[in-house]
């Protein structure tokens, strides 16, 4: 049955489809997709529930705020420029974290797409 999937022709048009389907499958809340109520939400992290950061990031995440708010700032609310920092100091651990990965111009990508032409033309 597989070899019979690789052999079948995908359109751009239905190409263009399953990727809006799968776009739209990711913007999905997570609570839609695993099914939780409201009643069964997790409370909100507050900041105090956030693991410190160390003065470097402390210092990147500012500055990531301060130039979001430079471009966008005007555009925003109060909550919505609240909202930004939160955001933004929330992710400093996972950058971090990436940042420690080693990696070198050697390592081949995670993934590669391979177009093949149709046989027939």
Known sequence: MTLNLLRT????RKFAQA????????????????GQTE???????????????TPEEDAEANARVEA?????GS????????DVRRQVREGQK?????????????DPPATVLNIRPRSGK
């Not at 990727?19 to 695993?34: D, E, S």
């Not at 009643?39 to 950061?53: F, I, M, N, Y």
């Not at 420690?100 to 050697?106: Q, R």
Request: hydrophobic share 45%.
């Open 19 to 34: 990727a809006t389907a799968a776009a739209a499958g990711a913007l999905i809340a997570p609570t839609v997709a695993i």
């Open 94 to 106: 996972s950058f971090t974290e990436l940042r420690a990965f080693p990696l070198t111009n050697a």
């Open 75 to 82: 555009r925003m609310t109060d909550a919505e420029k609240a």
């Open 39 to 53: 009643q069964t939400k997790p409370a909100a992290s507050s900041p105090t529930q956030q693991p410190p950061l």
């Open 68 to 72: 979001i708010l430079r471009k966008y």
């Open 9 to 12: 022709r995908v359109s751009r």
